[in-house]
Every structure is written in structure tokens, then in C-alpha cells.
């Protein structure tokens, strides 16, 4: 168990739907980064969020975006869906940013969205 | 743009054998390179090897870093079927990439 935890653990809904995915990090991790991995593109950054701040961004969808809040946890929000949007979102979290040096990231469980 | 490749993509082995993974990166700017250990969900970080820490050693795991020939291999000795599972190396700071993964197998 690495102390990140994701809610839900698993979401299905329908094509144009809108969901929302919740992450907190490990206690005194200040960084959140969220991935998406799917069997064809395998595990993709899309943003990481430092101290409540929009820290770098990935190839993340302009149909996706994400917040972190005061108290650090994170919330991705998926709107309009489609069908190749199912796959595995985890949550990640580090004490630092990262953006200096090398920096460790924990995974948490993961939320599996399935769109019909 | 940043890139990760591992090799093998899959393999099989018997409980007792020495395994090595292969990750090799091109990447702009070298912060770091982490292994991680995905079985049924959740990437277990494993090791992370920087400039200043090339070489690291957990047990029957370890790992080395050349930054100059831009890979880095994992070993695996005497495995064990607890070790199935598919091997990711990751590269970056913040941002990391990932290469496909080595799906391990190891039989009993």
C-alpha cells in the first residue's frame, strides 16, 4: 500500500457523460500527477499539480482537466466521453516537484473507467 | 521527445533463474530513471537511480545506471513466482515517461 488512494475504484457511463475522478496524496507529499494507461499507449503522464499549482502537463485532452486543493487532494474531471477514454487512471504523489532532480512517485490503486 | 524502450518485451523463466531487463532512453534533459513493478493494478516503485546514485540493491533486486551509453539494466536473481509481473522503467523529473514494460513469468 503505498499511502495514495483514488476513489472510485472502478466507474461505467455512457458516451458524452461527465465523471470525476478523487485522488489525496500520501501524508506530506505536495506534488499529485495523474496518468492515464490503456493497452495501446501504455502509461501516459497528463498534469501534475505542486502545492495547488498547475505544475507541468502532459498530453492531456482539452476535454480533461484537473485541480488540487488546499488540502492537496486532486480531482480529475473527464467531461464529454468517448469510448477511447476507457482505461486505467492512477494518481501519483512525491514530496517534491520534481522539476529540479530525480523524484520519487508513489501510485495509488488506480480508478478503472469503462464508456459505453 | 523523450523516449523509453525495453526489452525483452515478455519472457519465461523457471523459480531459481537470474533474470536481466533492459531500458534504454533518449531523452533532453537526464534527471532521473526509476524502475517500478506493475502485477495486478498499482506501479510498486522499485529503485530510482540518478547522477549521483547509479547503483542500488534491495534484496535480490538491483540495479545499474550508464549514463553514458544511456541504459540501465535490472537483475533479478533466484526468482521466485512472486515476481511475476510486468517490470516498467520510467524516465524524467516531474514529467515521466515510461517505456511498454517487460512481462515477467516466472514458473514453478
Known amino acids: 500500500d503505498s499511502g495514495v488512494t483514488q476513489t472510485p475504484k472502478h466507474l461505467i457511463t455512457a458516451t458524452g457523460q461527465r465523471v470525476t475522478l478523487r485522488c489525496s496524496p500520501r501524508?506530506?507529499?505536495?506534488?499529485v500527477y495523474w496518468y492515464q494507461q490503456s493497452l495501446d499507449q501504455g502509461l501516459q503522464f497528463l498534469i501534475q499539480?505542486?502545492?495547488?499549482?498547475?505544475?507541468a502537463k502532459g498530453n492531456i485532452l482539452e476535454r480533461f482537466s484537473a485541480q488540487q486543493f488546499p488540502d492537496l487532494h486532486s480531482e480529475l474531471n473527464l467531461s464529454s466521453l468517448e469510448l477511447g477514454d476507457s482505461a486505467l487512471y492512477f494518481c501519483?504523489?512525491?514530496?517534491?516537484?520534481?522539476?529540479?532532480?530525480?523524484?520519487?512517485?508513489?501510485f495509488g490503486p488506480g480508478t478503472r473507467l469503462t464508456v459505453l | 521527445e523523450d523516449k523509453v524502450v525495453q526489452s525483452p518485451l515478455s519472457l519465461v523463466v523457471h523459480e531459481g533463474d537470474t533474470v536481466t531487463l533492459n531500458c534504454s532512453y533518449e531523452?533532453?534533459?537526464?534527471?532521473?530513471l526509476l524502475w517500478y513493478k506493475q502485477e495486478k493494478k498499482a506501479p510498486t516503485f522499485l529503485f530510482m537511480l540518478?547522477?549521483?546514485?547509479i547503483e542500488k540493491k534491495s534484496g535480490r533486486l538491483s540495479s545499474i545506471l550508464d549514463k553514458k551509453e544511456l541504459f540501465s539494466i535490472l537483475n533479478i536473481t533466484a526468482t521466485q513466482t512472486g515476481d511475476s509481473a510486468v517490470y516498467l522503467c520510467?524516465?524524467?523529473?516531474?514529467?515521466?515517461?515510461f517505456g511498454a514494460g517487460t512481462i515477467l513469468r516466472v514458473k514453478s
Open positions: 501519483a504523489s512525491s514530496v517534491h516537484s520534481g522539476t529540479s532532480g530525480g523524484n520519487e512517485q508513489f
Open positions: 501524508s506530506g507529499d505536495l506534488s
Open positions: 499539480y505542486y502545492n495547488g499549482e498547475e505544475r
Open positions: 531523452v533532453t534533459n537526464f534527471r532521473s
Open positions: 540518478t547522477s549521483s546514485g
Open positions: 520510467a524516465v524524467g523529473g516531474n514529467k515521466l515517461v
